[in-house]
């Protein structure tokens, strides 16, 4: 390889793209991953970023008055609440920036150092956006379940929490190799005859 030392940090980069991408198909999309899962049984509703168990995909939601639960949703669902849930948009936005990343790493594995120079910035502010949105959506989701649990409907924390975790640590220590990797050799060895 003429540019071996983009490969760590190109690793990493597709490890948390995959991450990521997992995370923008939660519910209602892909019912097995979710941020909060509320109630027992058939009877749990999962949401995620573009929704929740049985809604329509789209931008911002409100928490759903489940009867079967006697859920009072006036404290849950207020402004503040639904602009939140507009915020998931960011993981979307992550997982398209570090996805741009590898495409760029691909560039610097094959070709150039400036493909790795790239892929270090768009890693960098990938990292970034990644980090407001975990941080966001465990403000958001964790005030959604205590107040399920105020009203004793149990509620936990989903799987997409720590995928989104696992991405933000991966795009952290790829923006790390991929910056030390632009300082590698990038020159190839020329034969003597």
């Known amino acids: ?3 071996s030392p983009a490969i760590p940090g190109l690793f990493l980069c597709f490890a948390a793209t995959v991450l990521l991408v997992f995370v923008c198909v939660s519910a209602p999309t892909w019912e097995r991953i979710s941020f909060l899962d509320v109630g027992t049984g058939s009877g749990t509703i999962h949401y995620g970023v573009f929704g929740f168990t049985g809604s329509e995909t789209h931008i ?14 006036t404290q849950l669902n207020t402004r ?16 398209g920036l570090s996805g741009l990343a590898v495409l760029f790493g691909l560039c610097g594995a094959g070709y150039h150092r400036a493909g790795t120079v790239i892929m270090t910035l ?19 989701f964790g005030i959604a379940r205590n107040r399920f649990r105020d009203q004793n409907i149990p ?16 795009l952290l220590l790829g923006t790390c190799a ?16």
């Open 1 to 3: 390889m003429p540019a």
């Open 60 to 73: 911002g939601y409100e928490f759903v008055n489940p009867a079967q639960l006697g859920f009072d949703n």
């Open 80 to 95: 503040i609440i639904h602009n939140l849930t507009k915020s998931l948009i960011l993981h979307p936005i992550a997982a």
């Open 122 to 140: 768009l890693a960098a502010l990938a990292t970034i956006v990644t980090l407001v949105a975990w941080v966001l959506s465990m403000a958001l």
């Open 155 to 170: 509620a936990q924390y989903g799987n997409a929490n720590w995928l989104e975790l696992g991405a933000l640590v991966a």
């Open 178 to 193: 991929s910056g030390c990797g632009v300082f590698g050799r990038y020159r190839r060895r020329r034969d003597a005859y």
